[in-house]
DNA sequence: AACCGGCCCAACCGCTAGTTT
DNA sequence: TAAACTAGCGGTTGGGCCGGT
């Protein structure tokens, strides 16, 4: 891998831009489309590095920006979307058209930030800050059943396919957010290194804090494709892969979410339900998740 | 009017992943 | 296969603006 070219080379501006170099800048794109950013500048006539010039275009020029303040519902999108996907900001900004990552992340790092703060919430879970300290003092102590998966007709311990790698394995899958790939084209759901079966029970101990990254925890999703020797649990494949769709398992088809029967957070809101242990603690692995995402989603 | 501090946001930097040679 | 190169991402920075003193 080498170093961006650019890096190397002198003379070449740096700083604000001039209205004269973003209307030769835009003259050049529309005339010949941007074709490869690091001869942009030579044949746009810019004494910048192709580097500046991409995202210069990216996140001011482009016509079809949406410029100024971010609605409500925008702002309400964002923070569920970053409930779901972190700091992935180029993933957010897909779902809002018009925005930018790095308005988005200059948004959240500014404002959504600040607000969810004084709302008491934690910006990174957008639960209270009372209930993570709770989270995290119990975090490590509890068990759920594999019983709960063979409700469904599945008997355990049959490994049971998932189906998401499957689908998205294929090259007409549906597309999903990186995220959820980075998770699922693993081919199945990992638990954590530090679960363990529990010997003549249906349960599976999760335990170990030493091992056991909290953010998983914290922001669902995030550690699951780091683990190395984890324990599977899959899920059985109902219908043929080849006609599966995103939205079948976002809108409810998803078979863990449906037998945890996860409800949706209200994130603003202070009113937090008092779930079941089982089920609380199963919506923080992965239900909510599923949820938001599938009513995010739903809404676009 | 001058200074100060906080905020916002455009742009930069460093890095990784993917592609080409 | 490895090196070189490109595109893109996320974190960080710095300068301008604005309100308070």
Redesign the pocket.
């Known amino acids: 891998?080498?170093?961006?070219?650019?890096?190397h080379k002198q003379k070449?501006?740096?700083?604000?831009?001039s209205p004269e170099?973003?209307e030769k800048l835009i003259n050049h794109i529309t005339k010949h489309g941007?074709?490869?950013?690091?001869?942009?500048p030579e044949l746009a006539g810019l004494q910048?590095?192709?580097?500046?010039c991409?995202?210069?275009w990216?996140?001011?020029?482009r016509p079809d920006l949406k410029?100024g303040?971010f609605s409500q519902q925008e702002e309400s999108l964002i923070i569920e979307l970053h409930a779901v996907?972190?700091?992935?900001?180029?993933?957010?900004?897909?779902q809002l058209p018009g925005r930018?990552?790095?308005?988005i992340?200059?948004?959240w790092?500014?404002?959504i930030k600040?607000k969810l703060r004084q709302n008491g919430l934690n910006p990174n879970t957008q639960k209270p800050f009372s209930e993570d300290a709770n989270k995290e003092a119990n975090k490590f102590s509890f068990s759920f059943s594999t019983a709960d998966i063979s409700k469904q007709g599945v008997s355990q311990p049959q490994p049971l396919q998932f189906p998401y790698e499957t689908a998205l394995s294929k090259p007409n899958a549906p597309s999903c957010p990186?995220q959820f790939s980075k998770v699922f084209d693993l081919g199945s759901v990992c638990l954590p290194p530090a679960c363990t079966e529990v010997p003549n029970s249906p349960y599976l101990e999760i335990g170990n804090p030493s091992s056991c990254s909290s953010s998983m925890f914290d922001t669902g999703f995030h550690s699951w494709p780091e683990m190395e020797g984890g324990k599977e649990i899959q899920i059985p494949l109902q219908n043929d892969p080849e006609e599966t769709k995103w939205s079948d398992y976002l809108l409810g088809a998803f078979p863990v979410s449906s037998v945890l029967n996860c409800e949706i957070q209200p994130l603003y809101g202070n009113d937090i339900k008092a779930e079941s242990h089982l089920k609380q603690q199963a919506e923080d692995s992965f239900g909510t998740d599923i949820h938001r995402l599938s009513r995010v989603f739903g809404q676009i």
């Open positions: 891998m080498g170093r961006h070219s650019c890096c070449l501006r740096k700083g604000l831009w170099e973003d941007h074709g490869c950013w690091s001869s942009v910048r590095c192709g580097k500046s991409r995202l210069r990216i996140n001011y020029l410029r303040t996907l972190g700091n992935r900001w180029s993933q957010i900004a897909t930018t990552d790095n308005e992340k200059n948004l790092n500014s404002c600040k990186t």
